[in-house]
Structures are given as C-alpha cells and as structure tokens.
DNA sequence: AATGTTTTTATGTGCATACATATTCACCTG
DNA sequence: CAGGTGAATATGTATGCACATAAAAACATT
C-alpha cells in the first residue's frame, strides 16, 4: 500500500476524484473524514481540506459540519458561462468585429421596462438600439435602456463608436445582475435588422444590471438563427 | 484610521469589493500586495490570500506572481446555470412534475450523431424520446441517444417511468461534458408533442456527455414557448 | 414519550512560518 | 544594442497548531 506522495492539494483532489468516478465513493456515500484522509494521504489536514472544498465548491461533494462529507447524489451540473463584452466574444472566433449604431434617445419607457427596473413610469430613460456585426454580417442585435439617474455620463455620449456594452463596463459600477436566455420568433422589423427571415428563431440574452437597490441597465440581445452560445460542464 | 477588524476572510473580500465598487481601485488598477493588505488589515497574509483569490476565481480580479493583482478590467461575467434533472427544475417551481415516455428502441443513428459521438456509423444506439411535463402541460421534449457499448444496462430499462435523464444520472459516470443553448423553429411532429404551433421558437439545450475518450450520452431538449433559463451573476 | 441539556465530532477558519515558482527588472557581456 | 543571466519580488501552497461553529448523538429531566 505505497500511497504515491499526494502532497499537494490538486493531485489530492484527482485522486478523490478518481475514486468518485471509479465508484469506488458512489453518489450519496459519505467519505472519510480529512483527519484520516490527511493520515491516509500523508500530508496536512489543510491540504485534503483545501482539495475538498473545491470540489464542493464544484458540486461533486455536500459537506456538512459534524456530518461529514458525502459524494453528491445528483450533482447539479454548473455550467459557467462567460459573458464577455460581445466584440471579445466576435474576436475570439476569429472573426472581424463590427457595430452600427441604429438609434439613440431619451424616451419614456414602456411600462415593462419601467417596471422591471423599478423606475418611475413617466421618468424617461436613455435608449439605445445598435447592431453588432461579424465578419460584416448581422451578428446581434442590442435594445438598451440606461437609467440616466445612476449613469448621467452617459447622456453625453452618442454611442456611434463605442458600443453601450462596453462604454458601460468601463463607466458604471454594478453590484449585480440578473439574465436570461430564451427564444423568440423574429419580428419583422427584427428579422430585417438582422437580415434573416420574419419569424426565425432567434437566441436571446436578457440582462438587467443593479447598483445595489437602483437599476442600471436593461438590455435585451438578440442573436441570429443559427446561434449557439457553448460551453463546458 | 481606525481598521475595524478584517480578521476574517469574507470580511477583507467584502472589504475588497467595497473599494473596487466605490473605484477607490478602478478596474486596471495594481492593487497593493497580500503583505501590505496583510499589515492594514490586521490579519495573516493567508487571510488576505484566500480573499483575494476567492475574487479571482469569480473573476473580478486578475493576480499574477511577481506582476501583483490588479483589478479585471473587463470582467467577464461567469454566469453559473445550474443544470439540475428536469423533475427537480420543474418541482422546484412549485409545479407538478409529469413524464411521458414517447418511444424507445435501437437503431443506426444519423450520421450527425454518431459523428458527434464518435461511434461507427453503423453501430446502433439506443434512441430514447420522451416528454416531460409540468402541471399536466409539455414541458420539455427530451430526444436522446445512448451508447450502449458504454452503459450495456440501459438496454434492460425501458424508460416507462423513470427518465433518461435521471436513470443515466445514477448509473452512467462521466468525467466532463459540451452544453449548448441556441433557438430553433418547431418542426410539425415537434409543435404537436408539445402543443404549440409550428415553428414557434423553442429554446433548446444540446448536451453531450463523455466518459473520458467515449461518449455517453447526446441529448437534445426542446422547451416550449416562454421557456426561460435564468440566473444571477 | 416528549423535551431540554450536554457532549462529541467533523468541518470551517485563522495564524505563523517556510519554501516553491513565475515573472519582472536590473545588470552584465559580447 | 541585443541578448543572456541572475537577483528581487509577489503570489502559490504546504504544514502544524489553535480555536470556532454547526449539528448529530447521547444523556438527563419532566
């Protein structure tokens, strides 16, 4: 029983990891304890501890004080998305980055949008429609409200060059955010902007982005047919 | 200057984040080391450490060795969806959970598949169709391919009662897996499974699984009309 | 049996220290 | 000046120890 030297954390967690996978730990089993998984791998408490709360923090492991830990019995699969600023996202592929500005104004919301960010229905926000293109083809298509109460800067701006997306990031701090992926069928002024036929399914990512209680902005995008956003789990 | 004692790690990250959101340390910005922190603080370097990565990791901050931590420019929002069995999802809604098996046998899958899945074109798999639903409406239209030169047992199951999804959760292991979301029109045999017109636009989740250099399981699940998938981040 | 109290136990965290490692930066050499 | 070399430095991590904390389990009390 020579026990190959797991003296750091990451080779600690591809074992416990090998034993999960192997079934040797099935879902739902609890699992040793770190004293005696430190004693069994020969390095400090600290170390298992380190390896283990990572894959907690990845849902492969339930940890409970006093209770022990024990491998999860459904892991609920974590998918990351990276939400990047889109011309990175267009760059990355390899592609060459675009953006038209469509249209840029004060307006009163709908009462949807109004609503959704908490302001008040008659005060007017700023709104913004732009196309993102790669390659010069219509990649996605943003809708933009600006709450100019929390970002008055951005009344300065025209966005002609830079898109809201990134002027954004780069002016107003946020706290935090909620989104939403779904699907819709194409209008036809859409379907235009984004040269793909009326009523096509299109990707859509919803955001809306707070500063602590206040809303910063809402944006809508949406992607044409054909779009997949992918990732690893 | 009074320092009102950062002696443990969430209080320094909440500390962190506070100066980063008040832009006392503008995204860009060289932020000062663990040591120095450390020492304003009040606490062990190991404490600002495991602060300062735990921000890292969620991707706020960028740290190298030697060039020092600084704060991430364009932070790549992760959003982290939470891929759980359908039944879960759908009862953690409050709603009631309901499962139809459509159809189930061996066949010689399209080229597209066993492509994707890297199994000879003329080696059957089990195909798997079924719908989930919730509150008695179509939920969800599960279409799945199973290799059963890797999960032989799946043969025995005849996925009457209990889903694809779940059986496989339980008694496939897998090391990793490619998820990807996009939108597409619903095909006539599709729209009327899940009671919705044709071509309506359906979010869908496409997911391959491997275990280490073989493939599992595809799947492939239509949600109906409205369908969102959300999160926070 | 129902309820409240104490003990036990596994994880969670902080600290001081030491050493590892990746980079940068300054310096040296041809 | 180009290019290589080595010192300086910030983060990365392992260790041993101590104590905190949550929660189960054992025990006592009514």
Redesign the interface.
């Known amino acids: 029983m020579n026990s190959p030297s797991f003296r750091n954390w990451q080779s600690v967690q591809d074992e416990v990891l090998r034993r999960i996978?192997a079934?040797e730990w099935k879902?739902g089993d609890l699992i040793p304890n770190e004293v005696d998984l430190a004693l069994e791998f020969g390095c400090a408490r600290s170390t298992v501890n380190r390896a283990l709360r990572s894959l907690a923090e990845s849902g492969l492991l339930d940890r409970r004080r006093k209770a022990g830990t024990r491998v999860t019995a459904?892991?609920?699969?974590?998918?990351?998305?990276?939400?990047?600023?889109i011309r990175?996202e267009v760059e990355e592929r390899g592609r060459k980055y675009g953006y038209q500005r469509i249209d840029c104004g004060l307006k009163i919301p709908p009462l949807a949008i109004s609503g959704a960010m908490q302001t008040d229905a008659d005060n007017p926000l700023l709104h913004v429609r732009a196309l993102h293109l790669a390659d010069d083809a219509p990649y996605a298509l943003e809708d933009r409200w600006i709450n100019t109460g929390v970002v008055p800067d951005a009344l300065d701006e025209a966005f002609q060059t830079v898109s809201a997306n990134?002027w954004l990031?780069?002016h107003a701090?946020y706290?935090?955010?909620?989104?939403?992926?779904?699907?819709?069928?194409a209008l036809a002024e859409e379907a235009s902007i984004l040269s793909c036929p009326k009523?096509?399914?299109?990707?859509?990512i919803d955001r809306l982005t707070w500063d602590n209680t206040q809303a910063v902005t809402k944006v809508r995008l949406l992607?044409g047919?054909?779009?997949?956003?992918?990732?690893?789990?």
């Open positions: 996978h079934r879902p459904q892991p609920v699969a974590k998918a990351t998305l990276d939400i990047a600023v990175h990134e990031l780069k701090p706290t935090h955010g909620d989104i939403a992926f779904s699907a819709t069928a009523q096509s399914a299109l990707f859509v992607f047919p054909g779009h997949h956003l992918r990732t690893r789990l």
